[in-house]
């Protein structure tokens, strides 16, 4: 009974203890910071959205980093979209540039309910002029300084700034107002909607004092009745917000408590949470959006500044910032990624010298006819806060980048995308671009058309960034040329990483020639394959498929964007097997032969035709007619007395029913239907009238090219061996038990420093990545590896389990060894057929075998177990998924037009109800390059299968460009405004 008693005694004590005045208080204080955090968490939320729902808007220049105006009550918003308790002001009156205003937390307008603070008060927010989203300041990025200042007392009659510097200046504050001091009237106001809240909006009853009693600051603004209201003038705010402050009888102020023995008196208890520049961008540069905006924004300046360069008119200035105006044609306020280079110019510094410089993009040495430098975020001591901060070049740039350029030096180095912030790339990183020499496209030469002195068919004007594709006045019957001569094809010189796809966006314009051309071809083509000199055939290939005898053809695989308006169609059923060719057409003659002049299987639509194409079979391609007397007219060729094509003859046929291989096969293209479909299709409408060739009007082509991670074990890699221990990056060391050879694939998983985690080729001296899984997209979220090797790692399985967002060498890499798919190994040979046990499993029917000891290395692999015989699973793939958007220049059309230039978004997030008009998904295979050599050997790029093959990976680089043709009738048509954004 005692111990009851006691126990009893303690729970009372515990209960009365906890709620003492100062317990109470500390709770109070809890549940505000609570609230407060929460509010800030949904002010980020809502910056990082801006941009989008102002898209959704039809607002399509913003920049981020604008926050909403507070809630100033019913009679005073004015905001037409939200108009209850808890929305932004809008564009209230008196609203003007550079006006900080205070008022309620507009809660609705966040997405929030209304958060009150421990003492069941709404919450109270102030925003500075600097960052309010009505009246836009310019700049706006994280450098543009906030308009308060944070004060606190420290003992003295004033109280003391905490900032250090201007760009500490909070760019918001969110208050808890705490309870009424002497004066405050919080009784329900008779002009305002209160039903949530309650209370008033007059912020002197909620917000604490001003005036002489605190040093001259307040934590509201001035008005006539001291409504919530605004402040533009140019002096920092001073807002007091550490909580309570108590003002002694000889006027100094302390915080908290008063001195013991004093005699004080509250003179502010407001508490708030302050955001910062540095905090709000800190948290943008974590989303994709901004960083693909970044990006796009560089790629554009540098595309534009080569263009300018080539043509004759570089950079005023050899070694300064950027000089364009905001209104600049090509990469200004107007170009994509829209509204941005207002915001971002005082950041681009431009070393165009001419030609010769020196640039090491992630580490690799380039020659660049000059360089664009983005300076990052600042780095410490760097201040750009005022005019003549920011025309410190130091102020911007570091390191041996700032030397080279206040040097009118010509070596630059560092990382080519704008990333996260992590350990490989730090807040402050420059980031660069070459600008290489010569223009953004180079042309393929028709070595017969630059002999009779007629012109090419593709041609590109730097100055005013315009491909034209045919010549009107040249076709095959005139001059004497074969048709073989006109073709044409313009590249980008270099090849992109083609990472996880791209979005694209150029007009074109069919010049009215008084007949329908043949048309053209917007090619994506893997860039290892195929270099800027490749281009296919005349006449109906259209420069994509085919070999036209004076330049390589395009190696596959490639993927095109087909305009045709040139009808290539014959009644009755092309390509049937088991020939691929129309059988009426056999006794054709053999010219009509040589270039499958018996139709691209196109459909009879009149006005042209769209088309996602990617190529044929990846055999030669049987005539089914006999060399005969007359032999094969080229490019034929005799083959077992049967007349064969090559594989890229038919690459442009719609939906030709070849056999495919059983494994591996290609990707088919598109069947062309006899009537049109509804989109999306992989076959369209040119002309959605379908009466002609639409003329002489702007015609703009939206593409998105999406390639889906890898989330099984089919795309597994080998590697030799295995290690979750620390092991040197040189020599050749004995890793599980295996002695390695120079050019053994190593998979690291245990290294002291995460970001080294990888696979690497083994060598004598110091180890490099291995060039297939040295990017994101060689080492995607999801790969995997089978380990051939190893004591204790010997078949075993491991995976790659990073979230998506990360950097090779820079973030922290995690592999671990994880249960495989398969059920068993067959580490002996077996009979590829029947439901057997192998070791001690016994297999059931789907079952997963991995097999890797069969007589031949060619049959070793992943197969389904069956009761008869096996199903081997292709491996080595990627999924890709294309869509385009085909629309004429209208009024009508005018906000979707918008939406299809605007590339760093997907265009389902712009216009969800926009569908595309074309649309196909494919498999695409790592393409074969020949068996392994001694000890699963292969070239560099490569890696050595499970069946002896070498693969590459497909499309690890992209090379775009268009390709053209005429036949017997000419047609110009013009390209312009091509831009595209890369998703890393």
Request: charged share 15%.
């Amino acid at each position: 009974m005692v111990f009851l008693i006691l126990l009893v005694m303690a729970g009372l004590t515990y209960v009365l203890n906890s709620f003492s005045p100062e317990a109470l208080q500390a709770r109070r204080a809890q549940r505000g910071d609570t609230a407060l955090r929460e509010a800030q968490e949904a002010l980020l939320g809502y910056a990082l959205k801006f941009r989008e729902e102002q898209l959704k808007d039809g607002q399509n220049a913003q920049a981020y980093g604008y926050l909403p105006l507070p809630d100033l009550g019913s009679s005073r918003n004015n905001n037409p979209g939200c108009t209850q308790e808890g929305c932004d002001a809008a564009d209230f009156a008196g609203n003007g540039a550079n006006l900080s205003v205070i008022g309620r937390l507009p809660w609705r307008t966040l997405g929030i309910p209304p958060l009150r603070d421990g003492n069941g008060e709404c919450l109270w927010y102030a925003v500075s002029g600097s960052h309010q989203r009505i009246h836009q300041a310019t700049p706006m990025n994280w450098d543009t300084p906030g308009h308060f200042d944070i004060v606190v007392a420290d003992g003295t009659a004033a109280l003391a700034s905490v900032l250090a510097s201007a760009h500490e200046r909070p760019v918001a504050v969110v208050f808890s107002p705490g309870p009424a001091l002497a004066g405050q009237d919080r009784g329900k106001s008779q002009t305002d909607v209160v039903d949530e809240c309650g209370g008033n909006y007059v912020a002197s009853n909620y917000l604490d004092p001003g005036g002489i009693v605190l040093d001259g600051a307040t934590n509201y603004f001035s008005g006539g009745t001291n409504a919530a209201s605004g402040d533009a003038s140019a002096t920092a705010k001073k807002l007091s917000a550490a909580g309570i402050v108590q003002r002694r009888d000889d006027g100094t102020l302390w915080a908290g408590a008063c001195p013991s023995g004093a005699s004080c008196a509250v003179a502010a208890n407001d508490r708030g949470l302050a955001l910062g520049g540095d905090a709000l961008f800190g948290a943008l540069r974590k989303s994709a959006h901004f960083r693909d905006d970044i990006n796009t924004l560089l790629d554009r300046i540098a595309t534009c500044l080569r263009d300018e360069i080539a043509a004759g008119n570089p950079p005023v200035s050899s070694h300064a910032k950027i000089a364009g105006a905001d209104s600049h044609a090509c990469y200004g306020q107007d170009a994509v990624p829209l509204g941005y280079y207002p915001h971002y110019k005082e950041m681009i510094f431009v070393a165009a010298p001419g030609g010769g410089l020196a640039v090491t993009l992630d580490g690799a040495a380039q020659s660049c006819a000059g360089a664009l430098i983005f300076a990052g975020q600042r780095a410490t001591g760097q201040s750009r806060g005022t005019a003549a901060e920011k025309s410190v070049t130091a102020n911007y740039l570091e390191g041996a980048n700032l030397a080279s350029f206040t040097g009118s030096g010509t070596s630059f180095a560092g990382p080519s995308l704008f990333a996260r912030v992590s350990t490989g790339q730090t807040a402050s990183q420059d980031i660069l671009r070459c600008i290489p020499s010569g223009a953004s496209l180079t042309t393929v030469e028709s070595t017969p058309l630059t002999a009779l002195g007629v012109g090419q068919l593709a041609s590109y004007d730097a100055a005013s960034r315009t491909l034209s594709l045919g010549q009107q006045g040249v076709e095959s019957s005139d001059w004497g040329m074969t048709p073989q001569a006109l073709f044409g094809c313009a590249w980008q010189p270099e090849a992109h990483a083609a990472g996880r796809g791209l979005r694209a966006y150029f007009k074109f314009n069919i010049q009215y020639t008084g007949t329908a051309g043949d048309g053209f071809v917007f090619a994506l083509a893997d860039g290892d394959a195929n270099g800027a000199g490749a281009c296919g055939a005349a006449r109906q290939h259209l420069g994509y498929s085919g070999n036209n005898g004076y330049t390589t053809s395009i190696a596959h695989p490639k993927i095109g964007i087909e305009v045709d308006t040139r009808r290539n169609y014959r009644a009755n059923a092309a390509f049937t097997d088991p020939t691929g060719f129309d059988p009426s057409y056999i006794s054709a003659s053999p010219s009509s032969i040589s270039y499958l002049n018996n139709g691209r299987a196109d459909p009879s639509y009149t006005g042209g035709h769209v088309a996602i194409v990617y190529w044929g079979g990846e055999s030669a391609i049987s005539t089914g007619r006999s060399c005969g007397f007359f032999g094969c007219t080229a490019p034929q060729f005799c083959s077992d007395g049967v007349c064969y094509l090559n594989p890229e003859e038919d690459d442009n046929v719609h939906g030709r029913s070849a056999n495919p291989p059983a494994t591996r096969p290609p990707p088919q293209n598109p069947v062309a239907p006899a009537a049109p479909a509804a989109p999306p299709a992989g076959v369209y409408k040119l002309d959605p009238s379908l009466s002609q060739v639409p003329t002489n009007q702007d015609i703009h082509v939206r593409v998105e090219l999406a390639r889906e991670q890898p989330d099984d074990g089919y795309n597994s890699r080998p590697v030799r061996v295995a290690t979750t221990a620390n092991v040197a990056l040189a020599g050749l060391q004995t890793i599980d038990g295996v002695a390695l050879a120079a050019g053994d694939r190593v998979l690291l998983a245990g290294q002291t420093n995460g970001a080294e985690n990888g696979v690497y080729v083994a060598a004598a001296g110091p180890w490099a990545r291995a060039v297939t899984e040295n990017t994101v997209i060689g080492m995607p979220p999801g790969s995997a590896w089978i380990v051939r090797e190893g004591t204790a790692n010997a078949w075993t399985y491991w995976r790659f389990s990073n979230p998506e967002s990360y950097s090779i060498g820079g973030d922290a890499i995690t592999i671990v060894k994880t249960a495989p798919d398969w059920k068993a190994v067959a580490t002996a040979p077996v009979v590829l057929s029947g439901l057997q046990e192998i070791a001690g499993v016994q297999l059931a029917a789907g079952d997963q075998v991995l097999v890797i000891a069969q007589a031949s290395a060619a049959d070793n692999g992943i197969y389904l177990a069956q009761a008869d015989a096996w199903t081997r699973i292709p491996m080595y793939k990627g999924s890709y998924t294309t869509q385009a958007w085909i629309l004429k220049d209208s009024a009508t059309d005018a906000n979707r037009i918008a939406y299809m230039k605007m590339t760093p978004r997907p265009l389902a997030e712009l216009d969800a109800a926009f569908t595309p008009h074309l649309s196909d998904g494919v498999t695409i295979y790592a393409p074969a390059e020949g068996a392994c050599a001694a000890g699963w050997q292969c070239p560099s790029g490569q890696w050595c299968g499970l069946d002896n093959v070498c693969y590459r990976p497909g499309f690890r680089t992209l090379r775009l460009g268009f390709t053209n043709a005429q036949g017997t009738t000419d047609q110009v048509i013009t390209v312009s405004d091509f831009g595209t954004t890369w998703l890393p």
